[in-house]
């Protein structure tokens, strides 16, 4: 059985016949290229081959910078149990490469396991962002910032789109196929009169997907509480976490649940009580509509959907297949290979907090007597595991009885990260992921208690 | 041997298709990397080979600029980014310029292999035991730009880079050669971390500091070089506003000199094929020619090219410095202590940091050293010093007399990463605020 996630649902291959005949020379080159290095005596050995298009648009004021790249690479693992070695290279893969002398650790690849069936989402397949559709929706933003807030504007927005295909076979008989299809917006605005800068990003398979006006109301939200907030001296009680502090958040705690010792040493026994029953932890590489959806990981290993803690309760950490030789069944694909450069290393796919399906935002604010709604995160997450410590620049606003009653800017929203787990008390239903940690990481709108508000420090 | 066989001529010919406007300038690029690693004991697979080649094709019209790339370097690559970055298309198909270049050769890196087991001799000599995990990587880079017109001289690349980790502390840096004093450094810089594993953070501190060589490379590249990048001062307003201001005492030259820079990283031309300057950044305390590539030169008269920088052949040009220098004062490192009692030594960083918008900078040490006696001996823990880009320069009180090569790194700005190098002597600080982390 080999892993090919395209066998029994082959998608429709409606590149262009250059392209085509590109990606069918690619396979064979892939295919002769490891019949090379087992006929060397290899007796473990992997060839990959990602191919990339993309393009990027960089709109400041009247500058304009655009970008129209073709990624193509190659890489080979090769070694036995004593040695190994790793050669990455641009262009087709090469059986006549000048491969290195193997040297250092033994190599393990990991064996081909079935694979559930799985349907490429159509849109995989849609064309890159033009010039003037880019630039429209540029544009679009900047007008509808400029409607929302007077006196606002875009400064600087970088756009970025591309799609990828990788390739992988394996002297223990792994093939597989994967394709990813992602576009990036990131935004910084600013207001006269307003030292500060916002930024915001967004997320979409195609930039056709994002939404100007929506985008715009963000900014413009960012720029008032920039201008009107004031810094609380020190606070606590009921905080709403919108979806971009709650990821970030997250974000820096991935480390936690990375590997079998990495869970162990921050969380404590496994199967303990972490939290409450709002607190449902999940990493998923074939979450359905998930940015980074993929029927198997950077190894070709089966992706699947694993509960890394269930209503408060720790299940397991996350592991590749290497990681847990014992028990097989504990792995859940989740090795990275963000480009062909890089080896693949264990991390999060789609990692995220549970949303709670019948809860709006509009509920939870409702329900805030005083408390805090905090809205972005002005910066990265600094989390001392061994301290137990956490501290993430936030703005967002004060709330009276379920209304806004000021901004908040300047802050820090700090506490140990178990009152941040028990803390939670809801979840909305706006599940939202943010590229983090080398894959998504995602949370709705969360309703904490715990922690506290403090003045950022200078 | 790389790129000698390119046909520059047909090169230029198809680039000159480009140009439609009299004010249209265009380029291609031509990038070769290798890059050869040694992991850290433990770590699967061993020995690492990383082989890259690709060309970028770029137009430049007025405030807009458009660039294709790809990861191969044929006719056929070629003319592929020619058609997408052309505004119009020409009217007749070219014939695909003629390359015949050399396939990449084995890498053997015996020096890498080595350098190792040289660091941990040198630890060990120095009473000192602790594991050391090392990573050691050889980094090679041939580049060549042609123009429509012209074709820079082919410009080579050779250095090394090392990231020692032990139970306590983390070090990195760059050198041009991995001889025994390289592994000496490193071995110093752990040690040093080693001996300050227990030691209290100082107390806030705004009096006399002394930074190292190593220490002050990294401080005038955050707070002069990153400051004085064009695409940083137009945050502010237009990048030659910023000529003529002055930044601090009479006795602070900053200079960017890549042609200046050690021998394996010495460079004639930029990554945009413009021949390179000696820049004074600061000349006796007052800005002369704040950093620019070739589309913000061409905003103004009184900026100049020639500090145009790619992290890569799918990146876009942007300005950042190569090689900085600080012109010598007149004082020994005895004397640049002796006048800093109960002052701090501060040899190393370990993280720079710029916010233009708020004209603030950080740098953060992994560890110092309590001057008593005209000598830093008493270690400290880690600290950092924090203060705004228009202070620093005024607070140098002192300039060391002996400049050599330091404080070598990664500069990492916008998510690109680039080599940088100094050549620079110790300096007294006044007045900037040390803190603990």
């Not at chain 1, 930039?207 to 900014?219: D, E, F, G, T």
Request: net charge neutral; aromatic share 4%.
């Amino acid at each position: 059985m080999v892993n090919d996630p395209f066998r029994s649902d082959p998608p429709r291959d409606d590149r262009a016949p250059s392209d085509r005949q590109r990606g069918d020379k690619r396979g064979e080159a892939l295919a002769e290229t490891l019949s090379v290095l087992e006929g060397a005596g290899w007796p473990e050995a992997e060839v990959y081959a990602k191919t990339g298009r993309s393009r990027t648009f960089v709109v400041e004021g009247s500058r304009l910078i655009s970008t129209v790249r073709r990624e193509e690479g190659w890489a080979v693992r090769a070694g036995d149990p004593r040695r190994s070695f790793f050669y990455a290279a641009t262009g087709t893969p090469r059986p006549d490469a000048p491969w290195p002398e193997a040297d250092g650790e033994g190599l393990r690849l990991p064996s081909p396991r079935p694979v559930a069936r799985w349907t490429a989402p159509a849109d995989l397949d849609a064309p890159l962002v033009g010039e003037n559709d880019a630039l429209a929706l540029i544009r679009g933003i900047g007008r509808a910032l400029d409607t929302e807030l007077p006196g606002a504007r875009l400064i600087r927005a970088v756009l970025d789109d591309g799609a990828s295909e990788a390739q992988l076979l394996s002297s223990r008989s792994m093939a597989a196929r994967t394709r990813q299809r992602v576009a990036i917006l990131r935004l910084e605005a600013g207001k006269q009169k307003l030292a500060a800068r916002v930024h915001v990003e967004a997320l979409a398979r195609e930039a056709r997907l994002l939404n100007p006006v929506a985008l715009a109301r963000r900014l413009a939200d960012r720029l008032l509480v920039a201008e009107r907030g004031e810094t609380p001296v020190r606070d606590r009680g009921e905080i709403l976490l919108a979806p971009p502090v709650a990821a970030r958040l997250l974000a820096g705690l991935v480390p936690l649940w990375l590997g079998p010792s990495a869970a162990g040493q921050a969380l404590g026994e496994l199967h303990g009580r972490l939290g409450g029953k709002p607190l449902t932890l999940i990493d998923n590489g074939r979450l359905p509509g998930g940015l980074v959806e993929a029927p198997v990981d950077g190894e070709g290993v089966t992706a699947r959907g694993v509960r890394l803690v269930a209503e408060g309760v720790a299940q397991q950490p996350l592991l590749a297949w290497w990681q847990t030789p014992r028990q097989p069944g504990l792995a859940s694909g989740c090795s990275q290979r963000p480009s062909w450069r890089d080896l693949p290393r264990p991390g999060p796919t789609h990692f995220f907090l549970t949303p709670s399906p019948e809860t709006s935002v509009a509920d939870l604010v409702a329900d805030l007597s005083r408390g805090y709604y905090l809205l972005d995160a002005e910066g990265e997450a600094r989390i001392n595991p061994g301290g137990d410590r956490f501290a993430l620049p936030v703005c967002g606003f004060s709330i009276d009885r379920g209304h806004a009653s000021g901004a908040v800017t300047g802050a820090e929203l700090v506490g140990s990260i178990r009152a941040l787990l028990r803390g939670i008390l809801a979840t909305a239903r706006d599940l939202t992921f943010l590229p983090a940690a080398g894959g998504m990481v995602g949370a709705p709108t969360v309703l904490v208690r715990g922690l506290e508000l403090v003045r950022r420090p200078s | 041997m790389a790129f000698d066989d390119i046909d520059t001529a047909g090169v230029a010919r198809t680039i000159a298709r480009l140009l439609a406007r009299p004010e249209d300038a265009a380029d291609a690029y031509f990038e070769r990397i290798e890059e050869v690693a040694l992991p850290a004991d433990g770590k699967a697979p061993g020995f690492r080979v990383r082989f890259e080649e690709g060309l970028a094709v770029r137009l430049e019209r007025g405030e807009q600029s458009w660039l294709a790339t790809a990861d191969r370097i044929d006719g056929r690559a070629l003319t592929e980014a020619v058609r997408r970055v052309a505004r119009t298309q020409p009217r007749a198909e070219l014939p695909d310029p003629r390359f015949s270049l050399a396939p990449p050769a084995p890498a053997e890196a015996d020096e890498v292999l080595g350098f190792p087991s040289a660091v941990r001799q040198a630890v060990r000599e120095r009473q000192a035991s602790l594991p050391v995990g090392l990573d050691v990587k050889r980094h090679r880079r041939t580049l060549l730009v042609v123009g429509a017109r012209i074709a820079s001289p082919i410009e080579r690349e050779a250095f090394y880079s090392v990231t020692a980790s032990t139970p306590h502390g983390r070090w990195g840096g760059l050198f041009t050669t991995l001889d025994d004093a390289a592994a000496t450094h490193v071995a110093r810089a752990l040690v040093r971390a080693w001996r300050s594993r227990e030691a209290e953070p100082p107390e806030p501190w705004s009096g006399p500091c002394v930074l190292g060589p190593e220490a002050a490379a990294v401080l005038l590249h955050e707070a002069v070089a990153h400051a004085l990048e064009a695409d940083t001062l137009a945050l502010g307003g237009h990048p030659e506003a910023a000529v003529g201001v002055r930044l601090g005492a009479e006795h602070v030259s900053v200079i960017d000199d890549p042609s200046a820079a050690p021998q394996p990283v010495r460079r004639t031309v930029d990554d945009e094929g413009t021949p390179v300057l000696r820049r004074w950044l600061v000349r006796d305390g007052t800005v002369e020619q704040p950093l620019c590539d070739r589309a913000w030169a061409a905003t103004s008269e009184r900026l100049a090219a020639g500090a145009g920088r790619r992290g890569g052949r799918h990146q876009a040009p942007v300005p950042r410095s190569h090689h900085l220098e600080l012109v010598a004062g007149e004082h020994t490192e005895e004397e640049l202590l002796a006048d800093a009692e109960d002052g701090l030594y501060l040899p190393s960083v370990s993280r720079g940091h710029l916010d233009p918008h708020a004209g603030t900078f950080e740098l953060r040490f992994p560890n110092a050293l309590r001057i008593q006696n005209r000598v830093a001996s008493t270690p400290t823990g880690p600290c950092v010093l924090r203060g705004r880009i228009g202070d620093l320069l005024s607070a140098v009180v002192a300039i060391g007399s002996e400049v050599r090569p330091a404080g070598a790194g990664w500069c990492a700005k916008g998510g690109v990463r680039m080599p940088v190098w100094a050549t620079v002597p110790a300096i007294r600080v006044e007045g900037l605020q040390v803190t603990a982390p």
